[in-house]
């Protein structure tokens, strides 16, 4: 139960820090943008850990369409994580419009993975 209340913890942490990311390079405040990139890879990598030792204690979740959909979900994420950390370290510019679509989409998948992580419906 600790591991899967400190992974629920994380993963918001995880989620907010790239959503703050998100929104600092969409406005160019490039000063804040280190601080969110680099807290966003840290929880990333945290999430990711303790997902894994979750499975290895619960093995029996791999059994269920849930988790694979999260999984499929929080993978998208960490990919667009990257994206952005790549765009920002090659300096390159992101399109006002494309970081506010991304933004609100990388919102909806975060919230539709906390449903799938608290209500388990299929």
Partial sequence: MFYFVLHIIVV?????????????LQHKVFSESYIFGFLSLFFLIVSFYLGVKLIKLNP??????????KITLALILAVENLFYLIKFFLKKPISIKFAEISYWISYLIFVFILYLTLAKPF
């Fill in 60 to 69: 029996h979740d791999l059994t269920n369409g849930w988790l694979h959909l």
């Fill in 12 to 24: 918001v942490s995880w989620v907010l820090f790239l959503l703050q990311f998100i929104k600092s």
